[in-house]
C-alpha cells in the first residue's frame, strides 16, 4: 500500500459560500466549548459549509444536553425519520437559513452507527478517541485524516464487498467514495493509522486493514472481495445491531420491498417534525398570490418532510357527489332548471338576488359535505405527524367564496321547511370545520388584485377582493401578510412565519 507522507491536505472552504446559520452555529459550538467534530465526507467541507451536503456531527455525549440547547437557539427543529429507519444515537434537526432561503439538515450523532444504507447495523464504538483527534479545518473541528480513513474503509468494506451487497448489484465505489478515499489516502501516515487502528480497533489485524484497502483500490475478482468482507464483518460481530444472518435478509427485502413501496404504492418516507403535524392554511382573495405561495411552499418543505396540500375551495369529488351533480347536469341540459349567473352569486345587493332553484341549493350541500371530508383528511393525516397547505379555508368571515352560501342566497325568499333543513344541513358541515393551526391571510388591494388576475372576468375579482380587504382580521388568529408587494418578499415573509411555528 503507498500512503502519502504526513501533510494534510487542507481542503479550504470560501466565506463566501458558507451559510450565515452553519457559521453561527459553529462559532457557538466553539464559544460553549462543545466537543464535537464533522465526522465523515470531509473531502467536500465546502459542500457542507454551503448547506449543500447535510452536516454529518459527532458530539460527545457529556455535551448533548447543551449542543441541544444551541440548536434550539439558533431555531434548528427536531425532526423524526419513520421507525423502521430510525436509528440509535442519530438524531435530526433542520435548521432556516433567512439569507439564502435554504435548510440546513444535522445529522447530530452521538455514536458511531454505520454500514450499508438499508440497515446501518455497526456501532463502533471509538466516539471519545475519534474526537480527541480532531483539529480545525476552516468553520469545523475534523477527525485526523488516518482515523477517519480507517473508519471510511469500514464503512465502504460493509457497504460494497460482502457477498448480499454483490448480490444487490452495490459491489463497486460510487465516484464520490473514490474521490474520498482517494483524498484520505493522501492525507495520512501509515505509520500513524496503523498505531489508531491498534489502539482503538485491536480486533482488526493490520493485514486485513492493508488487504480491505487494497480492495477498495484494485480490481479484484469478486470472490477475493467477499472473502476479505467477511473476515472484516466476523472482527465486528460483537459490535453488530442485528446477527449477520437477519442484517441480510433485511438489506434483500429493503432492497426490493422500498423501490416498490415509493414507486407503486408511492409512499414517500420523509421527515416529521418532532413537535408534531400541522394544519397550514393560506387564505386570500383572487389576486392575492395564494397559487403561488402555496406551490413554493410545497417544494421548499417537501424535500424533506411529509407534506400534503389540498384545495378546500375546489375539494376532490366522493362518490355520492358524483352521483347527484351527475343527475342534475342531466336535469340542467334538459332545461328542468338554469345554472346560477357568478355576477348575481357575487353580489351584495339583496334585491338583486333570485331563487337559485333546489337544484343548486343541492350542490352547496355537495360541496360543503366534500370540503368537510377532505378537512377530515387534512387534520387527519397533521396528527399524525404530517404538514399539511390548505388553499381557500373556508371561513366564517368570507360569504362569498367558500363558506355557507344557502342561507345568504335564500335572504330575501319565504323559507320553507325543506330550506330551512338544507340551510342547519350546510352550516353543520362548516361547524365541524375548525381553525387551522396556522392561518396566514395574504391582504391584497382589490385594485392591485384585479390588475394581477387578468385571465378571469374584472367585476367577480374585485368583489371577492374587496370582501376580503374590508375585514377586520385582528379579531382573528389570522396572520395578516402584506400581499401588495413583490412575490418574492411575501414568499419569504411566510416562510418565517411557518418555520417559526414548525
Known sequence: ????????????????????????????????????????????LDRSASGENDLDLLVSRIDVQRFTQILSRLEFKPALECAKRRLPGILNYYGYDREAERLVHVHAHYQLVLGHDATKNYHIPVEEAYLASSSRNGIFMVPCAEFELIILVIRLMIKHSTWDTVLLSQGRLSKSEKNELDYLLKCSSETRMYEILKENLPYIEPSLFQDCIHMLISTHPVWDRVRIGQKLINCLDAYARQPQFVDCVLKLWRRIYWPVERRVLHREERMQMKSGGLMIAIVGGDGAGKTTVIEKLYKWLSNDFEVHKFHMGKPKWSFLTIFIRGILKIGRSLGLYPFMRAEIKYTKDADQLTFPGYPWLVREICTARDRYLTYIKARRIATNGGLVILDRFPLSQIKFMDGPQIARMTTKFPINKLVRSLINWEEIYYKKIAIPDVLILLHADPEIATRRKIDEIAEEVHARSTEIWEIDWSQTPAIVIDANRSKDDVILDVKRVIWSRL
Open 1 to 44: 500500500m503507498v500512503v502519502s507522507s504526513t501533510s494534510t491536505l487542507n481542503n479550504r472552504i470560501d466565506e463566501k459560500t458558507e451559510l450565515s446559520i452553519i457559521r453561527e452555529l459553529c462559532e457557538m459550538l466553539d464559544d460553549n466549548g462543545i466537543n464535537y467534530c464533522h465526522w465523515k465526507s470531509n473531502a467536500a
